[in-house]
Antibody, heavy 121, light 114 residues
């Protein structure tokens, strides 16, 4: 059974860069699409972007200028960097697995437990 | 952007009764080349990540009880719980994955026991 686990700082200062890593266990990171999704406290879900194991990416246009998603297949990990953060970026950040083909990449069968990142000085 | 709008925002249903949640997309999510609706439903309980219930608008994910069903096509979709159980209390989200430029979710529907 595939498991995903987010890790990274729970507190980030305004204007700094948020960095998170998702470690995949119980399966290979290869051949799948991997996404980051966030949820501000008490609010709904926002897709941030995805990366294919080969390294191709697609980002939410509203965040594109600040987001970088990368993959390290040797470690079975993928990562998120979000620059110039503000309080509006405070959220639970989830990593999630999409499908293995283009048609199925956009729905998410497996999710991490999520990690709360607070932006505050 | 494809805007997903769910109704109602909250819903209280008696145990054993039917619960119905609606989701409307601002444009069709039916892909004509394969005749599939790019629409998924998720269940989120407090303190937990969302759980995939339904994809392709009506295909139940493995392990999901058959009291959960999805229907609809084009721009109008419905999630139905045929006989509400206590463990179904949660927030439910629809999501379109038709637009690969931007996947979007509905605002969520909170389901409670009456």
């Amino acid at each position: 059974q595939v498991q995903l686990q987010e890790s990274g700082p729970g507190l980030v200062k305004p204007s700094e860069t948020l960095s998170l890593t998702c470690t995949v266990s119980g399966g290979s990171i290869s051949s799948y699409y991997w996404s980051w999704i966030r949820q501000p406290p008490g609010k709904g879900l926002e897709w941030i972007g995805y990366i294919y194991y080969s390294g191709s990416t697609n980002y939410n246009p509203s965040l594109k200028s600040r987001v970088t998603i990368s993959v390290d297949t040797s470690k079975n990990q993928f990562s998120l960097k979000l620059s110039s953060v503000t309080a509006a970026d405070t959220a639970v950040y989830y990593c999630a697995r999409g499908g293995d083909i283009v048609a199925t990449k956009g729905y998410f069968q497996h999710w991490g437990q999520g990690t709360l990142v607070t932006v505050s000085s | 952007d494809i805007v997903m709008t769910q109704s109602p925002d909250s819903l209280a249903v008696s145990l054993g009764e039917r619960a119905t949640i609606n989701c409307k997309s601002s444009q069709s999510v039916l892909y004509s080349s394969n005749n599939k609706n790019y629409l998924a439903w998720y269940q989120q309980k407090p303190g937990q990540p969302p759980k995939l219930l339904i994809y392709w608008a009506s295909t139940r994910e493995s392990g999901v009880p058959d009291r959960f069903s999805g229907s609809g096509s084009g721009t109008d979709f419905t999630l139905t719980i045929s006989s509400l159980q206590a463990e179904d209390v949660a927030v439910y989200y629809c999501q379109q994955y038709y637009s690969t430029l931007l996947y979007t979710f509905g605002q969520g529907t909170k389901l409670e026991i009456k």
